[in-house]
């Protein structure tokens, strides 16, 4: 079985139900196979930019989902039918509920390590069926990225959360993809943040009406803020109009989206 690959302009997007996604979880939880799930949303296409390296790496992953309503609306408006909308969070929550109800094993990378023991004994609480390794902090190097395969390859999780910044975790996710033990990997970002507790995701209303975004900034204005301006800036007056001029009003067969940022074509 494989989960079916739409090209959104040059983005890998998966299309998916929710029994198809735990279909394949069984198949690839009962053999050596190793899968990495992502999200492709508004807010890491600008990055691109920055790192060269990026693009070819994410769309190289098996599954990427839909990160962000925003970009959800965006790939519904140029034609594209999906079968369900599922963010990286809500990815992760699902893949633990798939967990528990599997008893599958789960490990946590990342966060402090305070932070990452507060979030397994959340989740060990939650989802008491199952099995949650003692985790590993995200504050390694890369000449200690070898000690840290070593350690997940020890504990052989189902699943792997991995929860630190960009462009380090799917780097680490892609280079190491083929020789780690865990049959799920999924870059999940601040979610270990959230499982402690000391973060808390943004409500459904403002999930749907595209404005989760604004929890995230009261909740770390210092760090968020001047990011999500320049997020909007991008999305709003760079990459939807431009994409709509070259696809609807250019008829450009040959755009891609990481044209924009220099990368393909």
């Known amino acids: 079985m494989q989960i079916e690959q739409y090209d959104f302009y040059g983005l890998k ?60 609306w965006f790939v519904k408006l140029m034609g594209y039918k999906l079968k369900t909308f599922l963010s990286i969070p809500f990815l992760t929550i699902k893949t633990l509920e798939y967990a528990n109800e599997n008893k599958k094993s789960v490990l946590l990378l990342g966060a402090d390590i305070e932070t990452n023991k507060t979030a397994i004994f959340n989740l060990k609480a939650k989802y008491p069926n199952a099995l949650f390794f003692d985790g590993k902090d995200g504050y390694f190097s890369e000449e200690e990225e070898r000690e840290v395969v070593n350690f997940i390859n020890k504990k052989r999780p189902n699943i792997l959360l991995i929860g630190i910044s960009s462009p380090k975790k799917e780097r680490f996710a892609d280079k190491y993809k083929n020789e780690l033990t865990a049959n799920i990997i999924i870059p999940c970002g601040g979610m270990i943040d959230v499982f402690a507790g000391k973060v808390k995701l943004a409500p459904p209303f403002l999930k749907k009406i595209g404005l989760a975004t604004l929890i995230r900034v009261v909740q770390e204005p210092r760090r968020q803020l001047f990011l999500n301006i320049w997020l909007v800036y991008e999305t709003l007056f760079k990459i939807i109009p431009y994409t709509i001029f070259q696809i609807k009003i250019k008829r450009n067969k040959k755009f891609t989206i990481p044209n924009i940022y220099g990368i393909g074509n």
């Open 13 to 72: 997007i998966s299309n998916y139900s929710i029994d198809e996604l735990f279909n394949y979880y069984d198949i690839v939880t009962k053999g050596p196979k190793t899968i990495v799930c992502y999200g492709y949303s508004f807010g890491i296409l600008p990055f691109f930019k920055k790192y060269k390296d990026l693009y070819r790496i994410i769309n190289n992953f098996d599954i990427n989902v839909i990160d962000g309503t925003q970009f959800y």
